[in-house]
């Protein structure tokens, strides 16, 4: 069974930083492409950023670039998001999400591509 817990959200000031990781048991973490999506109150799930099986291929929203990394680490299980410059339009609960490799890395922007999900961690960034 996969289970995927995310941890590291938090309450931060405007210009600040987090990390929020992710760790995946029940399944060779290595054959999976990992992806970070974030919903806000009222909003729709939106990608962040995604990480191919091998860490290869990596993307992220426009809105986040420059700011944020995503990485993986297959020793541990567990993929991260470091988040820097946080703004407050960053608040939202940060989910990971995971499928098996087997799909173009193009599609991986949508969260319609991913089977397995956590249940999220809380990301509030005040003014």
């Known amino acids: 069974q996969v289970q995927l817990v995310e941890s590291g959200g938090g309450l931060v000031q405007a210009g600040g930083s987090l990390r929020l990781s992710c760790a995946a048991s029940?399944?060779?973490?290595?054959?999976?492409?990992m992806g970070w999506f974030r919903q806000a109150p009222g909003k729709e799930r939106e990608i962040v950023s995604h990480?191919?099986?091998?860490?290869?291929?990596?993307h992220y929203a426009d809105s986040v670039k420059g700011r944020f990394t995503i990485s993986r680490d297959n020793t541990k299980n567990t993929m991260y998001l470091q988040m820097n410059n946080l703004k407050p339009a960053d608040t939202a609960v940060y989910h990971c999400?995971?499928?098996?490799?087997?799909?173009?890395?193009?599609?991986?922007?949508?969260?319609?591509?991913?089977?397995?999900w956590g249940q999220g961690t809380q990301v509030t960034v005040s003014s």
């Open positions: 999400a995971a499928r098996y490799r087997g799909t173009w890395s193009s599609a991986l922007v949508r969260a319609s591509e991913y089977p397995y």
């Open positions: 990480i191919t099986w091998g860490g290869g291929v990596t």
């Open positions: 029940g399944v060779t973490f290595s054959n999976y492409h």
